[in-house]
């Protein structure tokens, strides 16, 4: 098998900066909390976390980290609506709006935003809402009814 | 033969009705492009806390099975393999169903499946209570061991860089020590109160194993390309259980294989049916019609990998060394009813160990039937809008996550471990090692300072740990699947400077 190789160096590096920084922060976190007892094991998985991170690093700094694609700005322009509907259906929509109320306006709005159908399609719009309608009818039967959740209310439902 | 006692509990109305759905639901979910075995079992996980444990595993073991035979639906219709598992699927299934032949290759792939998973399964009843008396004789220092092995062979062996897939194992095993620790009560790496309980695995797995998928649809973006839509004509089911009578050599080989790569720890069902397919081209004197639509190399691939499911859980139900990623899901799904693999499992619950693995082998069969059944309308499953499947798992993951303890603080971690987790897997980092940490990470530290405080009371840690032929046994495996992964790493690094070989047909770019 082989693995189409994109990544640049500095892409390579930023992820091995970031491993390489949480690791030196556990590292130093293990070896100067209390009680000690409490992060005996912690400084074991720590050091060879670090050991690691280092090497990582290294191969990264060097040219020699090959494995991965890395992240292209096309797809990446992509993911971020999709995303921003996700955070602000975690962060706001779920608990102001009710679960059920929020999760079907998230579920349609991921459907409409990705949806290769032209938005000016008027079957296309009745086609979303029922998806999404009969969907979140699922969920509901499944997750209040069957393994009766308690959820967020939130202003709708 | 002590399976036998416990084979009327799958028959028991729900456990059956869960067998059912699991079986049909896995079929249908594996079908899916898009969707993995290990992202099905684990959006499972949250339904099965309120089931027993032997219903729960029940719906996680059918839904293993059939996913990963239902991933053959997209990789013969579409050349989408729906599991990384199916991968060897496509290359001849798609030819045989561009010629019109589409049902052939099916059934072919859900009978081949059938008689490889049966065969897996027997495996596993009859090798796992022999290693699971021999895990009776563990200590703590062995345990401690056996996760620190559980975690470096999936992280040496299940990754394309072995450095990034042991330093993904040690940032799941810090990930485990988040929170409060159980002996002394003192706070670890507890930045803020969302993390005051620790990170739920449930939220974990959801989140390593569901978003990143997710994200993956999202990157695609308004993807208007056509998918090539092969129409599924009927076949007889007779005439291709004649042919997989007379494809003895490839059938045989496909599911020794299978059985093998299984058994090793970490290794998976991408590579089982892709060894498969190569061994039974390299040894048919039609190897030159492998890749044109030839159904040998179909029933190989297929009979890899489900003969590999039953033994993945052979050293997953002994040793809590789980043989692929989906079986280290179905670990946790063991864990969160208090169930500890090894001796625990078939001393003190029986029913459970062999009610599950009865389940298995009943499964595989549920499996074939329906899975015959589903081929004449499987093109349209298989081509399941994207923004529907990515909407839905959204969605799915969301509740599921929410509602093991109704934590909001799990649902926003389960999204930042599982945007982490896309970007990291964009440079190499692997998931399932990350997700084996965090399971065996608290296995591992109570083993530690177990052994520590009985090393204090004797000769100290040095003997005790590096002492003892099972202690030296275990470090040398650490040792040589580390060095084995290092190995082959450094002769990958020097088989990408020379130039591809355009006789190989496997090589496959993901």
């Known amino acids: ?157 | 033969m002590e399976f036998i006692a416990y084979f009327g509990n799958v028959f028991e109305p729900t456990a059956f009705l869960l067998l059912l759905g699991g079986t049909i639901g896995g079929l249908i979910l594996g079908a899916t492009p898009g969707l993995s075995p290990t992202m099905a079992v684990a959006l499972l996980i949250p339904f099965t806390f309120q089931m027993t444990a032997a219903h729960g595993l029940i719906l996680l073991g059918a839904a293993y099975t059939s996913t990963v035979a239902g991933g053959a639906v997209s990789a013969v219709l579409l050349k989408i393999p729906g599991a990384p598992a199916n991968v060897a699927t496509s290359l001849d299934g798609y030819e045989m169903a561009k010629r019109g032949e589409g049902a052939r290759a099916l059934h072919l792939s859900f009978l081949s499946s059938g008689v490889g998973g049966v065969l897996g399964v027997l495996l596993l009843i009859f090798l796992t209570p022999l290693l699971s008396r021999w895990a009776l004789a563990f200590g703590p220092s062995h345990l401690f061991w056996l996760a620190i092995l559980g975690v470096t062979v999936i992280g040496s062996l299940d990754s394309r860089s072995f450095v990034k897939g042991l330093l993904s194992g040690c940032l799941g095993l810090w990930l485990a020590m988040i929170g409060y620790d159980d002996i002394q009560g003192a706070q670890r790496f507890i930045f803020t109160d969302s993390l005051a309980g620790g990170i739920n695995f449930i939220a974990a797995m959801l989140g390593i194993f569901a978003v990143p998928q997710v994200l993956d649809m999202f990157a695609k973006g308004r993807s208007t390309a056509a998918v090539v839509s092969i129409k599924v004509s009927p076949q007889s089911v007779g005439d291709s259980m004649r042919e997989i009578g007379r494809s003895g050599r490839a059938l045989s080989i496909g599911t020794v294989i299978g059985v093998i790569v299984g058994l090793i720890p970490g290794v998976g069902g991408q590579i089982a049916g892709l060894v498969a397919y190569d061994q039974t081209r390299k040894m048919s004197p039609h190897r030159r019609k492998f890749g044109t639509g030839h159904s040998e190399g179909v029933i190989a691939a297929e009979a890899a990998n489900n003969a590999m499911v039953g033994p993945s859980l052979v050293p997953l139900l002994t040793l809590s060394i789980p043989g692929s990623p989906t079986a280290a899901v179905l670990l946790g799904g063991l864990l969160i009813h208090g169930i500890f693999p090894g001796s625990d499992l078939f001393d003190n619950h029986p029913d459970v160990a062999w009610t599950f693995i009865n389940s298995m082998l009943i499964g595989q069969i549920m499996m074939v039937i329906f899975g015959i059944m589903i081929a004449s309308w499987a093109a349209k499953i298989a081509r399941a809008p994207q923004p529907v499947m990515a909407a839905a798992v959204v969605i799915l993951a969301i509740f599921g996550t929410y509602s093991v303890q109704q934590s909001m603080d799990d649902v926003l971690i389960m999204l930042v471990l599982g945007v982490g987790m896309y970007f990291f897997e964009k440079f190499g980092f692997s998931a399932a090692p990350l997700v084996l940490g965090l399971i065996l990470g608290p296995i591992a530290e109570a083993n530690f300072i177990q052994g520590a405080m009985i090393a204090e009371a004797g000769d100290g840690a040095l003997p005790y740990f590096f002492g003892g032929v099972m202690n030296l046994f275990l470090i040398v495996l650490i040792v040589a699947s580390v060095g084995y992964s290092f190995w082959s790493n450094v002769v990958h690094a020097r088989d990408r400077t020379e130039a591809p070989r355009p006789d190989n047909p496997i090589e496959v770019t993901p």
């Open chain 1, 1 to 157: 098998m082989t693995t189409t190789t994109t990544a640049n160096r500095m892409q390579h590096l930023v992820p091995a900066s970031a491993v390489l920084a949480l690791a030196a922060g556990v590292t130093f976190l293990s070896f100067t909390q209390e009680p000690a007892e409490a992060f005996l094991f912690p400084r074991v998985i720590a050091v060879a976390m670090l050991v690691l991170a280092v090497w990582n690093f290294a191969r990264a700094a060097l040219g020699l980290a090959r494995v991965g694609s890395g992240v292209s700005l096309r797809p990446f322009l992509n993911i971020l609506p999709g995303l921003a509907v996700v955070v602000a259906l975690i962060f706001a929509g779920l608990t102001l709006l009710g679960f059920y109320a929020a999760s079907f306006l998230g579920f349609l709005a991921i459907y409409t935003i990705y949806d290769p159908v032209p938005l000016t399609h008027g079957g296309g719009w009745l086609r979303r809402i029922a998806v999404s309608a009969a969907f979140m009818m699922v969920i509901y039967a499944l997750f209040a009814r069957l393994l009766q959740v308690q959820t967020p209310q939130g202003l709708l439902f």
